[in-house]
């Protein structure tokens, strides 16, 4: 069945550092990929997504490229900030419309300033 | 908009007390509609999701019931709670190929 493995956290990084959060998917035919972002308190928002290989989504600095050979989906920020600590989930769909979407485990981050 | 409105935002509920979420959503008709539970420091667990009016589907076996009663409600229920039913409950609903919007979830203790 379809799956998301995510980096166990939490991940503790300095303001400005550069930030990984690694995600792995299995999955049949081709699914839709997202990142979402849950900051403390609150529901979750949608925070970027990509629908085909090699796509490319990007919002708020972050960025996370659909990789089809290797089953990836790593989410990415350049210089990250002390409002970026949050919950982020990896999540999937298969695409069919009774398709529940797969979220991974979440990833906590704390920045400090 | 397809904004999703849940209420109450926290909720403090004593043991073996009945528990009623109710979950309203704008947009479209006919979404797919999700209750999930989030535990303290842990994953999102989907419980329910409903495809359409008076159509449930349970994931896991537990203390809760979900229905739809009309298009846009989705409600969360249990007749009488357990402490390990505290948790924080969020609705969601499908946005085809934008994934899901979430509402702004209910804090739930049970004491």
């Known amino acids: 069945g379809n799956s998301v493995t995510q980096m166990e956290g939490p991940v503790t990084l300095s303001e400005e550092a550069f930030l990984t959060i690694n995600c792995t998917y299995t999955?049949?035919?081709?699914?839709?990929l997202f990142w979402y972002v849950q900051y403390p308190g609150e529901g979750l928002q949608l925070l970027l997504k990509?629908?085909?290989?090699?796509d490319k989504g990007s919002n708020k600095g972050f960025e996370a490229t659909y990789r089809k050979e290797t089953t990836s989906f790593h989410l990415e920020k350049g210089s990250v900030q002390v409002s970026d600590s949050a919950v982020y989930f990896c999540a999937l769909s298969a695409g069919n419309r009774d398709d529940k979407i797969i979220f991974g485990k979440g990833t906590r981050l704390h920045i400090l300033p | 908009s397809q904004t999703i409105h849940q209420w109450p935002a926290t909720l403090v509920q004593p043991v073996g007390s009945p528990l009623s979420l109710e979950c309203t959503v704008e947009g479209t008709s006919n979404p797919n509609l999700y209750w999930y539970r989030q535990a303290a420091g842990r994953g999102l667990q989907l419980l329910f999701y409903s495809v359409g009016i008076g159509q449930i589907s349970s994931e896991v076996p537990q203390n809760l019931s979900a229905s739809r009663p009309q298009d846009r409600q989705f409600i969360l229920s249990s007749k009488k709670l357990l402490l390990s039913d505290s948790g924080f409950y969020l609705c969601?609903?499908?946005?085809?190929?934008?994934?899901?919007?979430f509402g702004s979830g209910t804090r739930l203790t049970v004491v």
């Open positions: 990509a629908t085909k290989a090699d």
């Open positions: 999955a049949t035919g081709y699914p839709s």
């Open positions: 969601a609903r499908d946005r085809r190929n934008y994934g899901y919007t």
